[in-house]
């Protein structure tokens, strides 16, 4: 963590405002969410980002910098050349932050939580420079999901995966556990998903986007089952949702119902693509984590609840 001082002079001004203004490349919110975290104190003591300063106040800035908390980046590179790196990011940890200052300056994702972009800038500061942007990504996974993800070392390659990702030329595979047995071995899920007016939720909408999901079953349980699953569109929770939908929700889904897990059962395994520079055909793939297996294995033995049913008697008496 970087420590020092600032002496405001001159005019009155607002604290984050001076901040972003002092030559550190500070955004306006990068500065205030420093202030809110006491990282940028005035005279020895925290103050509001509306604050005013005047002549003479004195600004101690701590400055977020790489820490043990960033680390372990290196762990899960599973491949890298010169044009990308292959990452197996473990499930329950973030892709970025969700605050958007992070993209137009990287040290804001220090703030926080650990993310896999904090712990990328903090192994991989390079991708922070030489026009490359959010630190190299061209694909996210949502938080609670494992696997295989892309990142791009240069801004070339990492405009030619966004647009292979786009145009839907990669073949993305993933495994998925889910709660029921689906009605077919192999099916296609063509259902459009969208956030209709006054929901917060992304659902399966007649009137939005396009979004298809192959599925085939691979192994049976007791009232589930383990698919693989090739998305054929990328909408933001597709499989979740198209799952939930043909009534099989990802187990430990909760926000799509599905059944309480130790962790959601949902896996990005491989991906099939063109490499930038080769050219030729590259399959990189992710083995399913330890974490994965025995969540499965815990939960295909689970004989499923079963439903009570009352039933209410009438009794008749016979009239002598």
Not at 176 to 201: Q, T
Not at 306 to 314: A, L
């Amino acid at each position: 963590m970087k420590k020092y001082k600032l002496v405001h002079s001159g005019e009155p001004c607002r604290l984050d405002v001076f901040l972003t203004g002092a030559g550190e490349n500070f955004s306006r919110s990068f500065a205030r969410r420093m202030i809110e975290e006491g990282l940028a104190t005035v005279n020895g003591k925290s103050m509001k980002p509306s604050h005013v300063l005047n002549e003479g106040d004195v600004v101690d800035v701590s400055a977020p910098g790489p820490g043990k908390r960033q680390q372990g980046f290196e762990d899960m590179v599973l491949f890298e050349d010169k044009a990308l790196l292959a990452i197996h990011k473990p499930a329950g940890l973030a892709v970025h932050p969700n605050a958007a200052g992070w993209e137009t300056n990287p040290q804001a994702c220090l703030l926080g939580e650990p993310t896999l972009v904090s712990m990328i800038f903090a192994s991989r500061p390079e991708l922070a420079k030489d026009g490359i942007e959010r630190l190299g990504l061209v694909h996210r996974l949502d938080r609670d999901t494992s696997g295989l993800m892309l990142l791009a070392k240069s801004a070339e390659v990492q405009a030619e995966l966004t647009a292979a990702f786009r145009e839907r030329l990669i073949e993305k595979t993933y495994i998925g556990g889910v709660a029921g047995l689906p009605a077919k071995k192999k099916g296609m899920i063509d259902a459009p998903i969208g956030r209709a007016s006054g929901f917060k939720k992304i659902k399966v909408w007649e009137y939005g986007r396009e979004a298809l999901t192959e599925y085939e079953v691979k192994e049976k349980g007791k009232d589930c089952a383990l698919l693989e699953i090739h998305p054929k569109t990328g909408r933001t929770n597709q499989i979740r949702i198209h799952l939930a939908h043909i009534g099989n929700p990802i187990v430990g889904d909760r926000l799509y119902g599905g059944p309480e897990a130790s962790r959601m059962l949902l896996h990005s395994l491989s991906l099939v693509f063109k490499h930038p520079l080769t050219g030729k055909t590259t399959r990189l793939e992710a083995p399913l984590p330890e974490d994965f297996k025995k969540t499965w294995k815990e939960v295909k033995g689970k004989a499923p609840k079963e439903k009570i049913v009352k039933v209410r008697s009438r009794s008749r008496q016979r009239r002598g």
